[in-house]
């Protein structure tokens, strides 16, 4: 086997491997091994047809193409450790016909670590704005607390309102005639809540308990029983409760049943102090977003298209995960977004290049600098990580046995970002709240 590297353009290696006729007919074999059990020719055993018979009955392509799938592996293998290099994607394979009786030559084109060229990305200057917390967000806040610890309760003589959950019996006619799932007995609906077709829940609106009365409703022309699109439809309803939420006082004891704080004061204060960490969360999120798009842009950093492909299959299977866990499939995402997986791909390649050119950018900062890590900043990642996966630190300690090469890697990197981030010129900007995207 020889390999021959032909050159190295937009961080793509291409490589000329040429693999002997000896090699070729060793693979030859092995296909016929393989091929002979899954053949009959009359008068022979199955798996006892000679390789010349077999050859002639069935064409010699039918040992040719297997036969790559022993030969191919081994030298690509054997190629990539005698030109000593490092891959960082699936390689792309281009196969000429092959003989049988001659060298085997096939060439591939593989996805390599790109040349990266610093640039002046120290000291960059940035404009971003505060994010000063309002006496109106603490206000909210506990309003909305106010919303969530409201005392329901009975309404006997008052009328219905927005917001109010009344219990109904119904039933629903077409032209005089009931029709299928248009009864409910008992049902608890919230007004405002937009669960019936729409103009039903409004038509309750001032209803007192033991009232009767009949709403009148069209099914939207898209609702999913042909039978009733478009239909006028009267549904019969009797209110049989009411019941309303009462907001509790904003005093010390309200404080006190909803928190680990005695004081209406104090509770204040914590939701202020909350807001603040998120504010200023999200301030060095967007420094740390700045720094790193403007870095990119005095960078000169090449990646091959497969690494960013690779990028974002990460993303897709994370998205996919995150789906999940809402008891969504990514194909029900699809449906309801009327997109599929090569427009969402494309949604996200931007991102998913951003985030390979930065890794990349790190990297190359961290070798320069030669940032040495200590015994214990290493186990305070893995105290880290082991909260992250709700195990002890020696079960992480194990896990990660293998892979303590990256996170001593992932270590250098996050002090190359904090050295961009401390070496940044920060300045206030008046500018209206941004979105914050993160690239990690």
């Not at 022993?70 to 196969?95: N, T």
């Not at 019936?196 to 829940?201: K, M, S």
């Not at 990580?385 to 630190?393: F, G, K, L, R």
Request: negative net charge; proline residues 3%; contains cysteine.
């Amino acid at each position: 086997m020889q390999a021959k590297l032909e050159k190295i353009e937009n961080s793509e290696a291409h490589i000329e491997i040429e693999v002997s006729n000896e090699r070729v007919e060793e693979g030859l074999q092995q296909a016929y091994r393989k091929v002979v059990k899954q053949v009959s020719i009359p008068g022979f055993r199955k798996g006892k047809v000679p390789r010349e018979l077999l050859e002639r009955h069935f064409g010699k392509e039918v040992l040719l193409q297997e036969a790559l799938e022993f030969i191919v592996p081994d030298a690509y293998e054997k190629a990539i450790e005698e030109l000593d290099i490092e891959v960082l994607a699936q390689p792309e394979f281009d196969f000429p016909e092959i003989d049988g009786d001659q060298p085997f030559t096939f060439k591939v084109r593989v996805a390599v670590k790109p040349e990266v060229k610093l640039g002046d990305i120290e000291g960059i200057e940035l404009s971003v704005p505060e994010f000063p917390v309002k006496d109106e967000e603490i206000e909210q806040r506990l309003e909305d607390m106010r919303a969530r610890y409201a005392q329901v309760v009975e309404k006997v003589d008052e009328a219905a309102s927005l917001g109010d959950t009344v219990t109904i019996d119904f039933e629903g006619f077409v032209d005089d005639v009931p029709f299928d799932g248009g009864q409910g007995e008992d049902y608890a609906l919230e007004l405002g809540s937009n669960t019936f077709i729409p103009g039903f829940e409004e038509q309750l609106l001032g209803l007192k308990t033991g009232d009767s009365t009949d709403v009148k409703v069209t099914f939207p022309e898209s609702y999913h029983a042909p039978d009733l699109a478009g239909q006028a439809a009267v549904f019969k309803v009797e209110v049989k409760k009411i019941e309303g939420r009462q907001l509790r006082d904003l005093d010390d004891t309200f404080a006190q049943e909803v928190s680990q704080l005695d004081t209406i004061a104090e509770l204040r204060d914590d939701i202020k102090k909350e807001l603040s960490d998120m504010a200023e969360y999200k301030r060095k999120e967007l420094i740390k977003n700045q720094v790193i798009e403007k870095a990119l842009e005095k960078c000169e950093i090449v990646v091959a298209d497969a690494v960013v492909q690779a990028q974002v299959q990460h993303m897709l299977q994370e998205f996919e995960q995150r789906m999940s866990f809402q008891g969504i499939s990514l194909q029900q995402y699809y449906q309801l977004t009327n997109s599929n997986e090569e427009q969402f791909s494309n949604k996200i390649w931007p991102e998913a290049e951003k985030i390979v050119k930065s890794n990349f950018m790190l990297e190359k900062l961290m070798d320069e600098k030669g940032f040495e890590i200590s015994d214990e900043e290493v186990d305070k990642r893995i105290e880290e990580i082991a909260q992250s996966m709700n195990v002890d630190i020696e079960t992480a300690k194990e896990n990660l046995s293998d892979a303590m090469d990256k996170v001593i890697i992932g270590l250098k990197m996050d002090k190359a970002l904090e050295l961009l981030i401390d070496s940044a010129v920060v300045t206030v900007s008046q500018s209206e709240d941004p979105v914050v995207e993160s690239v990690e």
